[in-house]
């Protein structure tokens, strides 16, 4: 279908590593595009373990023995997963950390749908109206009543930043709240290059995620029945609220995957000045349901979805047997230490009691260097996310 779309791909190398190895690196096939000048996201830790396997340990592309290269596309960073067996088909940059715009949203559900009643009545606060003026909303208003159900609809179909803020509210207590539990979901899954700081993908400080962890997350949503009828809704009715003299309107879903391309379950866009365009999607052909996520990319040549398209045709495509990986199951996750944005209080060396004044001196030097290094490092994390648009 859309494997075509692109520029000649790169040469992919003939033969895989051992599984016991990770893969040599092969640049990934891309295409070069105008781009503006980002920060660089935080650099992995080569230390950490391949989550998912070893054939995942790459900042390149990583594919099957044998398998056709995959479409070029704009996409920093991309993988494509079997929804139901979770074998990793291939990826570039699977755990690169990248920014999530509103793929975040994904997190979210994942954390609240099993705490809220979808048909409950809740009003509407005049803190869940705090958000970035102009960006993507579904259009409740302050004291407005709406059922939880329309709320998670507003939230996939128009990307509704408000709907994030009432939700994360409702399921933990306050926005800030809900922030915390989805950190600890991300970490319940192993989805541990993921660290949100807003609920709905806004820009916000050490706010990252990759492929791999997207696809952690946008597996444990699929699996549940309520969220595939939500992504999968092409049209919903926001309903009227007369005591405050506001007319009901109708949305549509932003996710044009589930318009144009056959067999699609749905997904989520995303989109803000620092993360560009980010991608979830999903679709079923044969019998085999596959998954594709992608961050970084641009909208030219073609958009994300699009892009996305290309690769889910690149995975169907492939013998049900490929894999260079797998996605873990939350009893496989890795013990807490290897969260890969810990809090900066977590960073800071910890004092110690040492043989002799000279030794604790030195000690007392080395905390006092490393909370200042921590500090200049928050405020130019800070000035970086305050620079990006807001979806």
Same mark, same amino acid.
């Given at each position: ?8 791909? %790169? ?21 070069? %595009? ?29 594919? /099957?023995?044998? *398998? ?19 074998? %990793?088909?291939? *990826? ?7 920014? /999530? ?200 040549? %073609? ?31 890795? /013990? ?11 960073? *800071? /060396? ?22 200042? *290094? ?18």
């Amino acid at each position: 279908m859309l494997c075509a779309l692109f520029v000649a791909p %790169v040469p992919v190398r003939a033969e895989s590593a051992p599984p016991s190895a990770a893969p040599a690196y092969a640049p990934c096939p891309i295409v070069r %595009v105008p781009r503006p000048s980002l920060p660089a996201p935080p650099t992995p830790d080569p230390a950490r373990p391949a989550i998912g396997g070893p054939g995942l340990k790459t900042a390149g592309l990583t594919v /099957p023995p044998a *398998a056709p290269t995959p479409p070029a596309v704009t996409a920093t960073s991309w993988l494509v997963a079997d929804l139901d067996t979770g074998a %990793v088909l291939g *990826a570039c940059g699977p755990h690169r950390y990248a920014t /999530p715009a509103s793929v975040q949203k994904l997190l979210l559900a994942a954390t609240m749908l099993p705490k809220l009643n979808p048909a409950q009545v809740i009003q509407v606060t005049a803190a869940d109206m705090d958000f970035e003026p102009g960006s993507s909303a579904m259009g409740v208003v302050r004291g407005g009543r709406y059922r939880i159900e329309t709320l998670w609809l507003g939230l996939m179909l128009n990307s509704g930043n408000d709907a994030a803020n009432v939700l994360a509210r409702l399921g933990a207590g306050s926005a800030a709240r809900g922030v915390e539990a989805m950190n600890a979901e991300a970490r319940r899954l192993g989805a541990f290059d993921t660290h949100a700081a807003t609920p709905s993908g806004l820009d916000g400080p050490r706010q990252y995620t990759s492929a791999y962890d997207l696809a952690l997350i946008a597996r444990a949503c699929f699996a549940r029945g309520d969220f595939r009828r939500y992504v999968s809704t092409r049209q919903a009715q926001v309903p009227a609220q007369p005591e405050l003299k506001v007319k009901g309107f109708g949305m549509q879903n932003d996710n044009q995957l589930l318009f144009q391309y056959p067999g699609a379950l749905g997904g989520k866009t995303g989109y803000t000045d620092l993360a560009r365009h980010t991608f979830v999607g999903a679709a079923e052909r044969g019998g085999r349901r596959l998954l594709v996520t992608l961050l970084g990319a641009e909208s030219q040549p %073609v958009r994300g979805w699009q892009q996305g398209a290309a690769l889910l045709d690149w995975g169907f495509a492939l013998r049900r047997d490929a894999a260079v990986g797998r996605l873990i199951t939350p009893d496989e996750a890795v /013990p807490a230490e290897h969260v890969a944005t810990p809090e900066p209080s977590a960073r *800071a /060396p910890q004092a110690r009691t040492v043989g002799n004044a000279d030794e604790q001196k030195v000690v007392r030097t080395g905390i006092a260097i490393s909370v200042v *290094a921590v500090l200049l490092l928050g405020l130019l994390a800070t000035t970086w996310w305050r620079a990006g648009h807001r979806d």
